[in-house]
């Protein structure tokens, strides 16, 4: 969906366009967080008595999916570049994150850091913080091989060039490379944050409130499960849908080519 | 271009029998040769000879295997330290560009002087902008790569070499990816440079810029270097068959 970037002015560059569209976006998550619980208590029974849980329940779910989203793309950075390394030691470690990661149930992992972590290191993070570790711990491995497959598309010749001109390796990651790969990542990794934020689901099973938990408490109370699962999934919607347009601004706006 | 005889100067780079596998493929077979201060170094040859790949273990994009290599009086061996200030005075400018894509042709010019020689932002602005002036390109410095035709992409790769003030150019087939109509502007600007005293080795297939801007020309066949002469006698006194089997081949 493409849907606010087309709406602007015809007058306006891509740039401006994109800007707006991020800013409006942002603006808008920001508005229905707000409004959430007044907008609620509009309806009828039985979502209108419960608006105010429902629109924590939203909070918590946009809470989940933004601080795991950001941690998860910089978790995703070090997991690639490491598994590109030349050092086994380095690499090692990078693979079998990612393969374990990648080969076990998300369920399994949330499980495992809010039971079985503690037992292993010494300390009790609360539900919320368990899940937000284990769902960046998530995205971070599936973000890792978009990342790496972004750096493998950019050029040889890129590399040669900025080596040629005599810029360290570093600065040729920092300077050159990294700008080109992480613009061909932005598709699969936005792809990844809409799965995490309906991922982020599975944070009910070690009790955080987040909005399908309260959901399915409010359809215990109420015995209407209808609406409320009407409810809980139109807010998914409204959620993945906004989502999506931020990351679709944010990549025209890098999208200096002008391919799009 | 030059007016003292090539060997009555000191060499800028010296290759002592270097030899160059890719796997089983024996591609630099004893390569021994001189580029002088001052001198434009021509190299020609058939497709597979090995120009591209000498030219590259000079600044080593490639790894030699035997033999020995000296740039500025630095012998390239695994040395890091070497090698980053071997490639500060070496610059290099590749067939298919390279620039890179997400930065102005102003930024492309500035980025190596900023962060490898720690050139105030201002002041690499302004030499960035005098450079490109000299390639004729003074009005596009704020355009991005793709905004710029194929010739004018490479006057900006070769701006971005001389910001970092080289001792020594290398062209890897600089005009082949170009469409017929702006290979000339690119030649004229090689040629200005070559005129400016700077030392240049340069693989192509133009004949023409060979015969006119060489000091000498050295041919390639099979990974040997097997001849070098200065291009009025390796165009006009060819002893050679292969070699004026293959310049027969290229007037065509
Ligand atoms: N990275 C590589 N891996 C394996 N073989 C290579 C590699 N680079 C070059 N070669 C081989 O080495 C030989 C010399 O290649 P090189 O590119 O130096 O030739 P060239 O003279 O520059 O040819 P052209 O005129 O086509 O550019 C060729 O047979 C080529 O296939
Ligand atoms: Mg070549």
């Known amino acids: 969906m493409n849907g606010l970037l087309s709406l602007w002015p015809r007058g306006w560059t891509r740039e401006q366009r994109s800007s707006a569209t991020i800013v409006a976006a942002g603006a808008l998550l920001v508005a229905i967080l707000i409004l959430a619980g007044r907008l609620l208590a509009l309806l009828p029974e039985p979502i209108g008595p419960s608006a105010a849980e429902l629109a924590a329940g939203t909070l918590i779910t946009v809470e989940l999916t933004v601080l795991s989203g950001l941690a998860g793309v910089g978790v995703g950075v070090l997991a690639a570049v490491a598994k590109m390394s030349p050092l086994r030691i380095v690499r090692w470690p990078a693979d079998f994150y990612i393969w374990s990661v990648r080969g076990t149930p998300l369920l399994v992992q949330v499980l495992f850091v809010y039971f079985a972590l503690p037992e292993i290191v010494p300390v009790q993070l609360s539900d919320f913080n368990s899940a937000a570790v284990a769902l960046t711990l998530n995205v971070g491995a599936y973000n890792a091989e978009a990342i790496r497959a972004g750096i493998q598309a950019v050029p040889r010749g890129q590399t040669e060039a900025s080596r040629s001109l005599g810029l360290s390796p570093i600065q040729t990651f920092l300077d050159v490379i990294f700008p080109q790969a992480f613009k061909i990542s932005l598709p699969p990794l936005v792809n990844n944050i809409v799965a995490l934020l309906k991922d982020s689901s599975l944070a009910y099973v070690i009790g955080v409130a987040e909005l399908s938990n309260i959901g399915n408490r409010v359809k215990t109370a109420t015995f209407q499960p209808v609406p409320v699962f009407l409810t809980t999934a139109a807010i998914y919607l409204i959620l993945t849908t906004v989502l999506t347009e931020i990351s679709g601004a944010i990549e025209a706006r890098l999208d200096v080519e002008q391919r799009h | ?252």
């Open chain 2, 1 to 252: 271009m030059s007016t003292a005889p090539a060997h009555a100067r000191s060499p800028l780079i010296t290759a002592e029998l270097v030899n160059k596998h890719f796997g089983p493929a024996h591609v630099l077979r004893d390569v021994t040769t001189s580029f002088f201060q001052g001198e434009v170094a021509v190299i020609i040859g058939a497709s597979g000879s090995g120009k591209s790949t000498f030219l590259r273990t000079l600044n080593r994009l490639e790894k030699h295997d035997s033999g020995r290599i000296v740039v500025d009086g630095i012998a390239l061996t695994d040395d890091v330290k070497n090698l980053d200030a071997i490639r500060r005075e070496v610059g290099m400018v590749f067939q298919q560009f390279n620039l890179f894509p997400h930065l102005s042709a102003l930024e492309n010019v500035t980025l190596a002087p900023r962060r490898v020689r720690k050139t105030p932002r201002a002041e690499a602005r302004q030499k960035a902008l005098e450079l490109l002036a000299r390639v004729g390109l003074a009005d596009h410095a704020h355009k991005h790569p793709h905004q710029l035709s194929g010739g004018q992409q490479q006057r900006v790769a070769i701006a971005r070499s001389l910001a970092m003030q080289p001792k020594v150019m290398l062209f890897d087939e600089p005009t082949s990816a170009l469409d017929p109509e702006m290979i000339n502007e690119v030649l004229d600007v090689m040629k200005d440079l070559a005129r400016s005293g700077m030392t240049m080795v340069v693989v192509t297939h133009e004949m023409r810029f060979a015969r006119e801007v060489g000091d000498r020309i050295l041919f390639f066949d099979h990974g040997q270097l097997l001849q070098e002469a200065p291009p009025a006698q390796f165009f006009d006194a060819q002893q050679n068959d292969r070699i004026r089997a293959f310049l027969g081949q290229i007037s065509h």
